[in-house]
């Protein structure tokens, strides 16, 4: 039997599978609040051993793209309630990724009266959708000052205690990709001058403050954490290799010490193997590796290379019953990506299901 479909269990995570759902922005949560339909499309997903729900909210300042979910109202813990029962039904678990936008967003895509924060006042370059306006340049961001920081901090942990509450297994927190995580490590955007700026240490500190103050919130085998070294999503700008490695060696360093259950790596190609063998050599924990996996690259990373799980994100997007298929060798529907960020029924939880779970 395949490595992939069969138990993994280590001291903090307990799963059916090696098979991971990538968490997937699919914008189908009308006014922020989680609803029936994506109960409905994660349960049919829930042949994976672990799933990371799409980029959920913190707090209102962090809807940065139209139809986020969010996690910071008694509505949307109650409506998340029941995705996390579907999922539960079949014996998965689900951690619910804290995504703050930072400076990714639109002015449009907020709450009236919310400003568009950010690691600085720099905007990002390229545009956003907005529901009223179609594509829009982004907001230029207010810089968070010290205070601000702690607040988004707290956000965080209140945050988290509302995932609990809502019935997931724990959360990830969102520092890859260019949102606000990433914009503090990136030096590029982050020209702050207090405690969260400058040399490493500074950098990384909001991304390990977080992950300690939500550890110490709702117990560390309950967090997680994305990371994608290199990466210039979201317009940061590159910075040097060296500075790069060293930079994700100490946050991988500190978040062993406060013992969180895994690291999470979105693998581009710029990413030098060493940077990734770094990341093993400092974290015990589980490491799952995602981008651009077949069944194949899996079972061969997970016999022979450095990590414990491997997360599927556009293969699981198209194919709810992917676990049956990889058991079986059978073909993938492709994903429709005309249909990625729309919203409703279509292109999210009508794709052929061969095989029933
Ligand atoms: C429609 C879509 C939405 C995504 N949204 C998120 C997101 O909310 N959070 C995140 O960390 N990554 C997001 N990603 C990235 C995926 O998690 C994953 O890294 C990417 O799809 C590459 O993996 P794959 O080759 O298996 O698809 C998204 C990807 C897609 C296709």
């Known amino acids: 039997m395949k490595k992939l479909l069969m138990p993994y269990i280590s001291e903090g995570l307990k799963l059916k599978n090696h098979l991971v759902m990538a968490p997937m922005t699919r914008s189908r949560a009308i006014d922020n609040l ?31 793209y139209a139809r986020i979910p969010g996690i910071f109202s008694n509505a949307q813990v109650e409506g998340w309630k029941a995705v996390t029962s579907a999922v539960h039904k079949n014996n998965t678990k689900i951690f619910l990724q804290l995504m703050h936008t930072g400076r990714v967003g639109h002015q449009d895509n907020l709450p009236a009266g919310v400003a568009l924060v950010g690691v600085s006042d720099i905007p990002a370059a390229g545009q956003i959708h907005t529901d009223t306006a179609g594509m829009q340049n982004h907001s230029t961001p ?15 942990v209140s945050a988290a205690k509302n995932a609990i509450a809502a019935g997931f297994d724990g959360v990830e927190l969102h520092a890859a990709n260019g949102y606000l995580i990433e914009q503090f490590l990136n030096p590029n955007v982050n020209n702050r001058t207090d405690t969260y700026g400058g040399s490493i240490e500074n950098r990384t500190r909001f991304a390990l403050e977080v992950a300690q103050r939500v550890a110490d919130a709702i117990g560390k085998d ?51 193997q060493q940077t990734l063998a770094a990341v093993r050599t400092e974290f015990e924990g589980t490491l799952i590796y995602c981008n651009t996996f077949t069944a194949e690259k899996a079972e061969a990373e997970l016999n022979g290379g450095d990590a414990d799980l491997i997360a599927f994100g556009r293969p699981f997007l198209a194919n709810p019953d992917l676990e049956q298929r990889i058991a079986n060798g059978t073909e993938l529907n492709a994903p429709d990506f005309t249909t990625l960020y729309t919203p409703g029924a279509k292109g999210y939880t009508d794709y052929p299901i061969l095989f029933n779970s």
């Open 34 to 64: 989680p609803n029936e339909l994506m109960a409905e499309y994660y349960g049919q997903r829930s042949g994976a051993g672990l799933i990371i729900t799409e980029g959920t909210a913190p707090a209102p300042e962090a809807l940065g």
């Open 142 to 156: 207010k810089a968070l000052d010290t205070q601000g920081v702690l607040n988004v901090i707290d956000g965080y």
């Open 222 to 272: 309950r967090v997680g954490m994305r990371i994608s070294p290199n990466s210039t999503l979201g317009d940061l700008q590159a910075y040097d290799a060296e500075t790069v490695e060293e930079t994700y060696i100490h946050l991988s360093r500190e978040l062993n010490r406060i013992g969180i259950a895994y690291i999470h790596i979105s693998i581009n190609p710029q990413v030098p």
